[in-house]
Each structure stands twice: as structure tokens, then as C-alpha cells.
């Protein structure tokens, strides 16, 4: 099951990146039409670098090849974006418009030493994934933020509840001890919390209420 999620979602992923790009190739297009020498530049900044590849595998000064090409680009970019500026268009506008700035919504990183990872916003949906299918949707509302302890009786009743202490008090307890428990979820050496009891003792409340603690803490 796990697996046919992330499979959705990354089919997901590549429809919103085919998306950015089809959409950026329209922009390109009406502004070539509108200002031809965009165009013009960028078939240049294309021909020159194959040029200047070609330069370097045949031996024709190395190190002067590249410093022409890095000036070269360096000139036409900077052209283009004054170009840009000067008809009122962002500097952005000819890139792809990725949702997610990190991934270009591919759902993964890339670091420096070449090591690949997912990216916080596909863990964020595979997250809301699982809360949903948890019923857990409603976290805005049921958090511990919104908890109402006066809610519960603050009377000793042994015989009626089996406590030898106040269902407000218990239940001030149990806060506590999720409380502590997601402060303590990532230290491998603290003992999980089991839930048990009768159908219709609203288990689930609990678990909505230290899983929402968890999320906002991530």
C-alpha cells in the first residue's frame, strides 16, 4: 500500500513538472514573438557553449576558450535581463514555475556529494496521506491547544470510576504523558504508549492529539 502511494504521487509529481515546463515553453514562445532578440540570445548563449565544447576537445587554447565563454554568457545574461526589465517582465519569467522551489517538483534533492533525498514536500504529502486515511483530518480543531480539562469531573468517585483520583485529574495525566511521549519520539530508549480499552471510549481523540503535537513540531 505504502508503496502504491508514493507511486501515485510521484506519477503526481511528473505531471506537475511536465506542466511548469509546457507551460514555460508557451511563455518563451509569445515572448520570441513579442521580443525576437530573447531569442537570438539564447540560440547564441546554445551555439556558443557547443562551439566552446568543441574548442576544448580539439586543444585550441584551453584556458582562454573558457574564459571567453565565461564572459560571453556573462554579457548575454545580462543583456537578457535587462531586456526583461526594461518590457516590465520578472527575472524569473523565462524559468519554469516548479510548485516546489527545492525539488522542481521532482520529490527528491540532490546535496553536493551527489546523495539524493526526499524532499520535505513529498513527505509532507505522503504525511497528509496517511492522516487522512487515519481519520485524521481534522487537527486544526482537535489539538492540544483546543483541550478542555473542565470537561471532566473533578469528583473522587472509586466505586464509579475505579480511580482512586478525579477523571479531570486522570485525564490531566494522560495529557502529560503524550505530551512527554512526543517530546520524546525521536529517543529510541522511550517506551511507546499503547491505547486500550472498550469501544466507544474515544481512543482515537488521544492519538489525534499527540499525532497533531508530533506534526507541529516537525
Known amino acids: 500500500m505504502a508503496n502504491e502511494v508514493l507511486n501515485s504521487l510521484l506519477k ?12 514555460l515553453d508557451r511563455r518563451k514562445q509569445n515572448l520570441y514573438q513579442l521580443i525576437p532578440r530573447l531569442e537570438e540570445i539564447d540560440n547564441e548563449l546554445n551555439n556558443f557553449a557547443i562551439n566552446t565544447a568543441k574548442n576544448i576537445l580539439n586543444n585550441s587554447s584551453y584556458s582562454s576558450t573558457v574564459e571567453n565563454l565565461k564572459q560571453r554568457i556573462s554579457d548575454l545574461k545580462k543583456e537578457k535581463e535587462l531586456i526583461l526589465l526594461q518590457n516590465h517582465y520578472s527575472l524569473d519569467y523565462l524559468k519554469p514555475f516548479y510548485e516546489c522551489k527545492v525539488c522542481n ?9 551527489y546523495n539524493t533525498t526526499m524532499c520535505n514536500c513529498l513527505k509532507q504529502k505522503l504525511l497528509d496521506v496517511a492522516i487522512n486515511k487515519s481519520n485524521m483530518f481534522n487537527l486544526n480543531k482537535e489539538n492540544f491547544n483546543n483541550f478542555n480539562e473542565l470537561l471532566f469531573s473533578d469528583e473522587v468517585d472509586l466505586a464509579k470510576y475505579r480511580f482512586n483520583i478525579s477523571p479531570r485529574k486522570n ?42 503535537r508530533i506534526i507541529k513540531k516537525r
Do not use: H, W
Open 171 to 212: 485525564i490531566s495525566n494522560i495529557k502529560t504523558k503524550c505530551i512527554e511521549f512526543v517530546d520524546n519520539f525521536d529517543n529510541p530508549d522511550y517506551k511507546n504508549l499503547l491505547f486500550v480499552g472498550s469501544t466507544g471510549l474515544r481512543k482515537n481523540i488521544y492519538v489525534k492529539l499527540y499525532c497533531c
Open 105 to 113: 517538483d521532482t520529490g527528491f534533492v540532490t546535496d553536493n556529494n
Open 12 to 23: 503526481e509529481y511528473e505531471q506537475k513538472k511536465l506542466k511548469a515546463e509546457m507551460d
